[in-house]
């Protein structure tokens, strides 16, 4: 078995997203190296999604974008987009694709801004999405990496935590006439911080154990099937059978029929007799 220097080993927000939601599927994943076939050659979309950020890299860079923009109608729709309604960014140097390094309870935090925003009063991280805008704003907000993202930009820089904040600008959503905006954006605040400081913690002590029962030979720990993220009508995870848990969703749905024709079964009266 593999045995992990942690000291070395960084962490992303996809790492720390993953660990959050299912720590046995971060196992699967990271630890024991397992394919997913969900990577970025098997999506098409994500394959288009890297190549516009490719194109906003190569504008941001002053280079010639116009030979990756002619070979896919949607980026042309999506970089049309951005032209005419862009998101609101403050004024001051621009760095496109900038990475931000901290080290935590030995793991080194590691964040890449598509576009970061720097001026003597603030800064602000922008973030390039091709889809459209999410309904719940709130689970962005909590999002790893949201939370990360304005984190390591606070800790690495001297900016005070309020003079922070992070846009995520939606491709798709400029292109749809119903969509009354196409950005949300996020102001940082030093109790966020602290808290996102406190959050870390706790994760990265949740993942020191699981880390020590992994090279001991425990797997770690599995998410409950009830929550919907192993099996359900419109999801099943990549590792559902290696975790034996597309058994357990015939095993449910079995005893949810069998209740269904316990109901349907009718009603018997009794006659009752005093004694």
Not at 87 to 93: E, F, H, Q, R
Not at 239 to 264: K, S
Request: charge should be negative; include cysteine.
């Amino acid at each position: 078995m593999q045995t992990l220097h942690q000291p070395l080993w960084q962490l992303s927000q996809s790492h720390l997203n993953l660990l959050e939601a299912c720590p046995r599927k971060f196992q699967h994943r990271y630890l024991d190296r397992l394919e997913s076939g969900t990577g970025l050659e098997n999506n098409p979309y994500q394959q288009l999604g890297a190549q516009f950020h490719q194109l906003m890299q190569q504008r941001a860079l002053g280079l010639d974008i116009a030979p990756l923009v002619a070979t896919d109608k949607r980026l042309q729709e999506w970089f049309q987009a951005f032209v005419q309604l862009p998101p609101p960014m403050i004024a001051g140097v621009h760095q496109s694709e900038h990475q931000r390094l901290c080290w935590l309870h030995g793991y080194v935090l590691v964040a890449i801004y598509d576009l970061l925003i720097q001026n003597a009063d603030q800064a602000q991280i922008l973030d390039w999405k091709t889809y459209a805008l999410p309904r719940r704003v709130d689970h962005l907000r909590n999002n790893w990496q949201t939370r990360l993202y304005l984190y390591l930009l606070a800790e690495t820089s001297e900016y005070d935590p309020q003079q922070l904040s992070m846009t995520y600008w939606f491709a798709a959503a400029s292109t749809q006439p119903e969509t009354t905006t196409n950005f949300v954006t996020f102001t940082y605040n030093q109790n966020w911080h602290e808290q996102t400081r406190r959050d870390l913690t706790q994760l990265l002590s949740q993942l020191n154990e699981g880390l020590s029962g992994y090279e001991a030979g425990q797997a770690m720990p599995q998410v409950s099937f009830t929550d919907g993220q192993c099996v359900s009508p419109r999801h099943c995870c990549e590792f559902a059978e290696r975790c034996q848990r597309d058994l357990q969703a015939e095993e449910t749905l079995a005893l949810q029929a069998a209740l269904q024709d316990i109901d349907a079964i009718a009603e018997v009266p009794l006659n009752l007799k005093h004694c």
